[in-house]
Structures are given as C-alpha cells and as structure tokens.
C-alpha cells in the first residue's frame, strides 16, 4: 500500500521509509495489479533502481534534494525519457526511443524522483476513455468494467491505485482533470506556460500543459513545484518566479470568492454528481468562502471552438510521423504511398478522425470560417473569464457531467465521448489553471471530481481551494 | 518577331541564407559541407517533442537587409507555418513568416537599371536536402533550420537581362551588408522567377509561371528567355498559359511542368503556436547599423572620376575594391591599374598577403622618373603582387632600371642605322613612320630597358631631323 504523496514525503524525512523500500512495495503492487487494470505500458525497472538506491543513500545522509527525493512517479507515455521507448500510445511511434529528456523528466530527476515507469493514454492524447491507446485498455480501479477516464487514464488509474504515488499527465482539453475524477485523486492543469511543453510529444500546441496527479493536493502541489518554472527550451513558457505551493496549503481559504457559473450546472449533468459538487460548494462556505453565482456565456460554445483549435494544431504536429526518420515505415514503392500506408497503419481512427477535420479546418477557403472564427470565439472565452476574475478568485464546477463510463459504452459515439469534457475545455482556450479534486462517490461507490478554475499564474488559490474540498481520509479501491 | 509584340512580366523570389553561426531555431552550427547528418539534434531533426527556441543573430540581419532596403521594418511579427510533405521537411511543415513578415515594401536599387520594387522580407527555416543515389533516395537534414531570408520582389522585370541584374544587384547588396556568402553553387543563394507575358500595352497580367531550379546567372536567362518565347508561342497559336510550376532543366535549357495550378500544395498556413510574436523594439531596429551599398559605393567613385566601367569592376569584387580603398592616392590610372593588372593576378590565384596597396603609388613613381617604362611598371607590379616584394627591389633585383645614358644609347643607336641601310635610306626619302621601327631595334638591343624618348631624340639627330 503506498500512502498519499504528501504524507509520503514527510514518512521519507522523518526517516520512516526508505526510498529502496517504497519502491519495492510500488514494483510489487504493480506486479499484482497491472494485469488487471493495466494502467502501466512498461516499467524503467533498472534505471528506478539505480535512482532508489541513490536516493536512500542521500536520505542516509541526510542530503535529500528535497520532498521527492526517492518518491516513485510515473510518467504518461507522451514523455521522453532517454533511452526509453516512448509511444504516445501509438503504432507510429512503437520501439521510438528518444536520444533525449523531456525537461519535465529532467527536473523530475534532478528532484530525486524515482521513474518507475510509461504510463498508458489515448493515442497522442486523443480521446476521453484510454480506450484509443494502441497498447490495450486501462480499466478503473473503482469498477473493472469501466474506464479511468484519458486521455491520461493510466496516470489517473495508477495513482488511484495505489501503485505509485504520484504521476504526471497533460491536459490538453481536459486530460488531467476529468480522469482524475473519474478515478478519484487529484490532478491540476496548470497555467498555460507555468510548465516546460519541451520533450513532450504535441497534440495541441497552444492547448497542450504538462500536469500532475496525486491522491492528495499536497502530492500535487509538491510535484508542481518540481516541473513548473521557465525553460529556454519552450519559449512559450513563463519567466515568472514559482511560488512555494506547498507552503499556500498552509494559508486559510476563509475570505476567497468562489463563483459558480450557472452554465455549467445545466443539461447533461447527472444529479447526484451535481449534488456532490453542491456539498463541496458547502464545505467551502462552512470554511468561509463566499459563494456567488456568475455567468460565463461563451462557455457552451467551447467543445466546438476546441475541436477546430485542436484538431488544426493537431494536424500539422502529427505531419512529423511519415516513416522517413522514425517509427513505424509501411513497405512501398514509392514515396506518396510509402507516405499514406504508414499513416493508414499507424494511426488509430480518432487520431485520423482529428488529422482531417484539422486539415479541413485550415485548407484555402475554410480558414476564415472555421479557424480564424474559433480563434475569435476563444478570445470571447477568455474574456468571460477575465470579467468573472475581477469578481471573484476562483470559478468552480463538476470536472465531468457524470462519473466513469463503461468501457465500449462511447467508443461508437465520438460526440458523446467529446460532450465528457465539455467543463473542462474552456480552462485551456483560456489558457487558466484547473484542478480538479476528489468530491465524494456516487451511489455507485463511483468518484466525482470537483473542479476549479483560477486567474493565470494563480496555482496557490486552487491549491488552497482544493485542499479545503478534499477528503480528510482517502478511501482505497478493492 | 511575334516576341517583339509581347512585353514579359518578371518577379523573383530569392532565399538567401544568412551568415549565423547557428541555425535559426536550435544550436547547430550551419557550416557548409559537413558529412550528412552530423550537424543536428532533436529541434532540428523534428524528433516527437522538440520546440524550436528563436536565435537573435538571424533577426538583425534581417533587420538589416529590411533597412540596408529601405523596407518598412514591422516591430512585431509572426511566425506562421507552412504545411505540406517532403522527405527533407522533418516536422512536415516549415517555420516560416505568413501574414505579418518582419519587412514589409523597400526596393532593390540596380545600378544602370533603376529600382525594383519589393514586395516583402520574410525569416524562414531552410529545409534538409534529399540526395538521389542509386540505392535509394537519403536525405542530409545539417542544413535543416539554417535562416533564411525570402526577399520577394515586384514584378517590375522587364526581360531576362534585368531579372539577371536585379539579381546581380541584389546578391551584391547581401554580400555587403555581410549577411549572405551569395554563393549559388551551395545554394545559399537560391531564386526562383515569375514569368508571364502580356500584349504591349495591356494592362492586366497574364497567367503568370512560376521557374523553380534555376541556380547560376545564366540559367537564370536562359530559363526566362526559354519561357517567355514559349509562353508567346502558345498565345500566338492560340493556346493558353496554364498556371502552374516549371521545373529548369539545365543540360537541354528548356523548363519543364513540375505541377499544376490543381496539384499545388495548399500549405495550410496558420500562426506558429510554439513560438509567441516576434517583438522587436525601436532601439533594437535603430541600434542595427547598415554599410555603404554598392550602388553608393559606385556613385562616390564615379564621382572621384574612376569610369563606370572601371567603378563597376571594383564594386563586383570587394578585394579590388579594398585594394583601392587602401591606395594612398586615387588618380584615375589607379582604379585602371587595379581592375587591369591587379584583378589578373587575383584570378590567377592569390594575392600575396605581403603586398600593399601603397606599392601601386611607388610603381607610378618610378614610371614618372623615367626609371622603368609603363610596360615595365606593369610586369613590377604583377610580380609584387605575386611575391610580395617592394617594386624598388624588383626593379634593382632584376635590373629592370631604363638606360636613359646617351653614351650608352648613342653606341646602340649607331649599330642599328649602320646595320639598316636600306631603311636609312627610305626615311632620308620622306618615310618618317621608320623611326618607329628604329626605335623598336634599340628596344630590343637594349632587353627593353632603352629609355624611348632618349632614343627617338637621339635617332632623330643622327638621321638629320
């Protein structure tokens, strides 16, 4: 059993645990459980070793490089990692290794932070459920016959599992947040630019953040402080200084504003995640929160500005993957069909779905009509949420209009797997920080997950906010 | 001449590599030449992951060539990219610059022609290279990410001669403005032309073809001539000209059709959303400093007297130019010396780093004292220039000093009239153009050396003149 991260770092300070031990306790429990929900794609079991033995030598010495020092984490497998084979749930990229580290599993290792192993998500991060993962399906650890939510359900699935105790993910419309509820820990999307996007495989550029999941705030808060910062290597990511997040979770929320947007509460919305969320509104004013109902009008307009945004972005990123230079190459005779067979082969049917409509989007005499208007109902989007802002500190909602799906239940619907997301993608046209935090389980024994949205480079208030909402005790899957 | 009837429309669009160190988007060092795929990483490999991180360097050379031009510099611009699938594109699109380029209008002054209009400057990434070998096709991606500048001009091209002058003029510039090496070999400075042509008199443009691989100055003629005479005999046997891209074929000198008009790639353009804006603040734009263009260069020295030809000589070759920069005085048998004798010996091989400039002065010097002739003056430069030694010394080394001793000169001078009577004779009778010949015989007596004004004085007084 491996505790929450939070308390986890403080057992390691105090000497408790060591780092080798908890990684042998992560590496067995993934051994037992990963045949069943298969949240994991492979394991860097040499390279973990390595860095626990190492970790409990400085912890020995009482040199710890600081809170996730020897604190096994798991990456989602659109990270690069040097040396290890690195997918992004595709066939494309299957036996890709990449010669270098993402700068977030840089900094993740210079913080002491044990890799233990890739983590599976929906092919190039596109999708609701994990199922468009070329390596199989990841199941839920509070029902089997469910998904953990994506695209970063192994992430969301291993955390709430208790295989390790923390994760990263990326956010792209919604890829931290909604399986974080679904599986009932916490998962935060930064601000746009709060994280280095450098080694991270693109779906979205301007959408795409790197994030990280924890059962508890405090673990999300303590690897946030690990990956956030400026990186020359990302010119779209921010010079401003990095708080100290976990020292926020000290200060009271008494006093914050929360706004609840009436939009998000309307059709679709299953009564008792709504009813979850209204007890987590509760639990904020009993802590002294005042609470105001706000509008944001733009919002039910959001699904569709992303899925021309995202899928536009998408289809020039994933222009790359052509078998000249890496992954999978089709055999043909020449170039065109050497070009199209290996992308027919490659590519799963969402990721084409998404390269065309990306492609219409952007063609000679679409463009106007569909990409620059997106363009300009995203800017009316953010603009709704900087009015909110000089109303209140944080907006809060369900992270998802109902608990985990049953696997299959979507996969022949593509709208309705798209309509899952439909809270959280306006945080990343907005470019705001969104976390979404466990609320309660449905009658079903199903986690919700409560989100909040902040004002750009305000990770503290959600923190807080969060941390306020969240369980005293967590409950364990079966 | 049908062609007479036709007036040809011409705009080029050159990409012109600049001179950083590294490539515009990563660290890699952009030098020409390196075995294939030994100057990259992931940025520009376009590995899963990577992020291109904007270098400054490539930025003040564009600014430089947008003020060198007189283009309206944009103090923020943004990057867009372009879409489309090629071998040698590792991201399957280009960075480049779409709706807002950092230089906007300027024109290219030509010497002898007039100006030509620009329609914009933009900053791009070049792409990798496929090279066709007989196993298979590889491709070298060192020169993935070198800058690139794209200086589109007007079409205000009238024939193949301008466009070949434009682009003479401009590449020129580029070299100056010490952004651009201008060599078309490597391809670090690469055109492709607009042709269309219309009736004389017409107003609007006709179906305009765009010529791709055309890579030295003649080809560059040689594909348009090639074109328009080919676009004017389709209209004249009642065809039409299809828009479309051409391909130069450079061994038969004809252009060839690549795609049409429907196969054209439509490249998807939209703004780069990995890099934000490209600022640049007024200090920076003022803070770049343009040199003297050449067309400047030639109206200073045409107005020091130096002839237009000569001017145009020294301006096409810089180290001419530097030579006579540095020569301490200017007369006008300076600059006839230098682009004659010393532009020889420089493509000949090198000049000799020992040399001076200062030596064409003492050349001069010796040539008005009588001490060598002007004939001489040129071989005692050329082996200065060659061997790096003062002219004095070679002058002394090789005893190339004039006779100018009329004792000396009287002996020759009687040996030559006693051993040509017969001449002697014709010049008593009135053939006075003999004395020519004369002299020419003492010349030759005396290894060159004979000072010929003593000589025709001399040869005159025998010969009772």
Same mark, same amino acid.
Request: aromatic share 0%.
């Given at each position: 059993m491996i505790a929450p991260l939070g308390q986890l770092s403080l057992a390691l300070a105090r000497g408790e645990v060591t780092p080798t031990a908890l990684l042998e306790e992560s590496l067995s429990r993934i051994r037992a459980l990963d045949p069943q929900v298969h949240p994991f794609m492979r394991l860097t079991e040499p390279q973990a070793q390595a860095a626990a033995r190492a970790a409990s030598a400085r912890r020995a010495a009482g040199k710890? #490089? *600081?809170? #996730?020092?020897g604190v096994p984490v798991g990456l989602k497998d659109i990270f690069c990692m040097e040396g290890v084979e690195t997918t992004a749930g595709s066939k494309i990229l299957q036996g890709y290794v990449p010669p270098y580290d993402a700068t977030v599993v840089r900094k993740l290792k210079e913080a002491g932070a044990v890799i233990v192993g890739k983590l599976n998500m929906d092919e190039f991060a596109? *999708? =609701? =459920?994990?199922?468009? =993962?070329?390596y199989g399906v990841t199941r839920n650890p509070w029902d089997l016959e469910r998904t953990p939510g994506g695209s970063s359900g192994g992430s969301a699935a291993a955390v709430a599992a208790r295989m390790v105790p923390g994760a990263l993910g990326t956010d792209t419309g919604g890829s931290i947040r909604q399986p974080a509820a679904m599986v009932g820990c916490a998962g935060m999307k930064p601000t746009y630019g709060r994280v280095s996007r450098f080694g991270v495989i693109a779906f979205a550029s301007s959408l795409d953040q790197v994030g990280p999941f924890a059962q508890d705030v405090r673990g999300v808060a303590l690897l946030l402080q690990a990956i956030a910062g400026h990186d020359d290597n990302d010119q779209t990511s921010s010079a401003r200084p990095v708080p100290d997040y976990a020292a926020a979770l000290e200060r009271r929320v008494a006093g914050l504003r929360v706004g609840v947007p009436r939009e998000y509460f309307g059709e679709g919305l299953a009564p008792e995640v709504a009813a979850l969320v209204r007890a987590g509104i509760e639990k904020l004013r009993g802590a002294g929160c005042s609470i105001s109902e706000i509008s944001?009008?733009? =919002?039910?307009?959001a699904i569709a500005t992303y899925y021309i945004v995202a899928t536009a972005e998408a289809s020039s990123n994933l222009a790359r993957y052509d078998g000249v230079r890496y992954g999978h190459r089709a055999k043909a005779g020449q170039l065109l069909e050497m070009y199209e067979r290996t992308r027919a082969e490659g590519f799963g049917a969402e990721v084409k779905r998404r390269i065309m409509l990306g492609t219409y989007a952007l063609s000679a005499g679409y463009y106007d009509a569909y990409y620059l208007r997106a363009q300009k109902v995203r800017a009316l989007i953010r603009r709704d949420f900087d009015n909110a802002f000089t109303m209140v500190d944080a907006v809060l909602s369900p992270t998802s209009p109902t608990t985990a799906f049953k696997l299959g239940e979507r996969t022949d619907d593509p709208l309705a797997m798209y309509l899952s997301d439909v809270y959280t993608v306006p945080a990343n046209l907005a470019g705001l920080p969104g976390i979404s935090v466990p609320c309660g389980f449905d009658s079903s024994k199903l986690p919700v997950g409560l989100q909040l949205i902040g004002k750009p480079f305000d990770e503290e208030t959600l923190l807080r906010l969060a941390h306020a909402v969240e369980p005293e005790k967590f409950e364990e899957p079966r | 001449m049908p062609v007479a009837d036709f007036e040809p429309v011409i705009g080029l669009e050159v990409h012109a590599q600049l001179l950083t160190r590294s490539k515009i988007f990563c660290a890699c060092p952009t030098a020409f030449g390196a075995p294939p795929n030994t100057q990259v990483c992931p940025v520009c490999l376009g590995l899963p992951g990577a992020l291109p991180a904007l270098n400054q360097g490539s930025i003040e050379m564009a600014i430089k060539a947008g003020k060198a031009f007189g283009c309206k510099i944009a103090e923020r611009s943004i990057w867009a990219r372009k879409n489309y699938f090629y071998p040698d594109l590792p991201k399957g699109y280009q960075i480049s610059q779409y709706e807002l380029p950092i230089c906007l209008g300027g024109a290219v002054p030509v010497p002898g022609l007039r100006n030509i209009g620009l329609t914009r400057i933009h900053l791009e990434e070049d792409a990798g290279k496929n090279i066709h070998a007989e196993a298979g096709s590889e491709v070298d991606l060192n020169r993935s990410g070198v800058p690139l500048i794209e200086i589109v001009g007007e079409p205000q091209l009238r024939s193949a001669e301008e466009a070949s002058e434009y682009l003479k003029a401009l590449r020129l510039s580029l070299i100056y403005l010490g952004?651009?090496? *201008?060599?078309l070999e490597e391809g670090s400075f690469r055109c492709d032309a607009n042709v269309s042509v219309r009736r004389k008199g017409a107003t609007i443009f006709g179906t305009r073809v765009e010529l791709k691989n055309i890579n030295s100055f003649r080809f560059v003629r040689q594909a348009i001539d090639y074109e328009i005479a080919r676009q004017v005999e389709l209209i004249e046997s009642g065809g039409k000209v299809l828009q479309e891209t051409r391909l130069f074929d450079n061994a038969a000198g004809v252009t060839r059709s690549m795609r049409s008009k429907e196969e054209a790639n439509d490249y998807r353009y939209f703004p780069e959303p990995d890099l934000p804006p490209l600022l640049l603040s007024r200090e920076l734009i003022a803070s770049v400093q343009v040199p003297k263009l050449p067309h400047q260069l030639l109206a200073e020295l045409t107005a020091a007297g130096v002839s237009a030809a000569d001017g145009h000589t020294l301006i096409e070759n810089p180290e001419l130019l530097r030579i006579y920069d540095q020569a301490p005085t200017h007369q006008s048998r300076t600059a006839q010396v230098i682009v004659n004798e010393v532009a020889r010996v420089l493509k000949e091989g090198a000049i000799h780093r020992d040399f001076s400039p200062a030596w064409i002065e003492d050349v001069f010097r010796l040539q008005d004292l009588g001490t060598i002739s002007s004939t001489v003056g040129k071989e005692v430069l050329a082996e200065a220039l060659r061997t790096g030694k003062p002219p004095e010394r070679i002058v002394s080394e090789k005893g190339l000093a004039q006779v100018s001793d009329t004792g000396a000169l009287e002996t020759v001078v009687d040996a030559v009239l006693a051993r040509s009577p017969g001449e002697v004779e014709k010049y008593k009778g009135g053939k006075k153009n003999l004395l020519g010949f004369f002299v020419g015989q003492a010349m030759r007596d005396l290894k060159g050396k004979g000072n010929p004004g003593a000589l025709n004085g001399l040869f005159k007084k025998k010969l009772g003149d």
């Open positions: 710890a #490089l *600081g809170p #996730l020092d596109m *999708g =609701s =459920s994990t199922e468009n =993962s070329a944001l009008p733009n =919002s039910p307009h | 952004i651009n090496d *201008g060599n």
